[in-house]
Every structure is written in structure tokens, then in C-alpha cells.
């Protein structure tokens, strides 16, 4: 089964970085990978929607991704119908908000989530953006991906300072999710 991750952010935010490293993530599990941005001429500040595959098998379709299993919303500004649209019944939602679920727009299909990753982040030592929170959030709902693999992923990509605060972000967003998913 080739698992469908769409993500939509702010230019600077590190959304097409985080699919990236998503995708190197997987490969270094073991699985078959791959991942692209989209994106306006603006160089900070524009939308920016990224696309992530990952499957046990080789991947050959290299489309826009229309009915993801996740989507990720790095930031409300950009929830609207446009975010989730294509989502299944089955479909998660993760936002990164500080608001509470009852606070934000009720899309038509899929389970959301709400993450503070930003707060979170900004009160771990050494990580500096909520997308390593978000990352370590998304590998709770991706058949076979596992947490050392990220970490890896960040050992191979960054510096040691800056790959220890990602990993500790990471693993508070799989730990807080995790917590989550007890719950519900």
C-alpha cells in the first residue's frame, strides 16, 4: 500500500524540507520514497503544499497527491476547504495550532488533530520550528515508519547540535501524539 502525505504551509516554515526529510526517512527504514514541493515565485511567505509517498514497493506515480491519508497544516492561516480537500472518511488531519479543535473549521470527511508543534518547539532546548515537532507527530499514523529512522535521517542531513534539537522535537511530537491516539 503506497500511504499519501500532502502538507500545506508558509514559505520559511519548513514544509517542503520536512517532506523531504520524510521521504530520506522511510528510504533509510527500508521503504520506497519520494516527495515534491509546490509552490508560487515567492521566496518566504507564499502557500507551499508538499507531497510525500511511502510504500513498501517501488512507487511509480510521481502526481499531485488528491486523496491523501494525512494531511499536515503547518499553519491556520491556511485552513480552509482548499487544505483538506480530496480527504477520505479514513483521512487525519494534523494542525498545528494553538487553538482547540471546537475552535477551528470542521472539515467534511477525516479525524482532526490538533498540535501546538510551535509552542512545543520553542520551549525544547536546541529546537528551534515546529516541523521536527510535526514530523515526529506524523511518523504515529505511517504504517512501518519508525522513529529511529527519522532520527537518522537528521543525523545524516544536519550538524550534531542542530540534529539532537530535531530529534528531541521529534520525538516529543511522537510522544505527545502517541498520547493522543490513547486517548481517542
Not at 509546490?38 to 486523496?67: C, H, K, L, W
Not at 516529543?172 to 491516539?181: N, P
Request: proline share 5%; aromatic share 8%; with cysteine.
Amino acid at each position: 500500500m503506497i500511504f499519501e502525505i500532502r502538507l500545506h504551509g508558509i514559505g520559511g516554515q519548513g514544509v517542503a524540507a520536512s517532506a523531504d526529510l520524510l521521504a530520506f526517512a522511510a528510504v533509510q527504514g527500508g521503504m520506497w520514497a519520494h516527495s515534491f514541493p509546490f509552490f508560487g515565485t515567492e521566496i518566504r511567505g507564499g502557500n507551499v503544499t508538499a507531497f510525500t509517498r511511502i510504500s513498501p514497493d517501488p512507487i511509480r506515480d510521481r502526481s499531485f497527491i488528491y486523496s491523501p491519508h494525512l494531511i499536515v497544516i503547518f499553519s491556520t492561516h491556511l485552513l480552509s476547504e482548499d487544505t483538506w480537500k480530496g480527504a477520505r472518511e479514513e483521512s487525519v488531519i494534523l494542525v498545528n495550532t494553538s487553538r482547540s479543535i471546537e475552535e477551528l473549521p470542521t472539515p467534511p470527511k477525516g479525524r482532526l488533530i490538533v498540535l501546538d508543534a510551535d509552542r512545543i518547539a520553542d520551549e525544547l532546548p536546541g529546537c528551534r520550528m515546529g516541523n521536527s515537532v510535526l514530523l515526529g507527530a506524523m511518523l504515529t499514523f505511517i504504517p512501518a515508519m519508525q522513529l529511529g529512522s527519522l532520527e537518522s535521517a537528521f543525523l545524516e542531513k544536519f550538524s550534531s547540535e542542530t540534529a539532537q534539537g530535531n530529534i528531541t522535537g521529534a520525538r516529543e511530537g511522537y510522544q505527545r501524539l502517541k498520547a493522543i491516539e490513547k486517548v481517542v
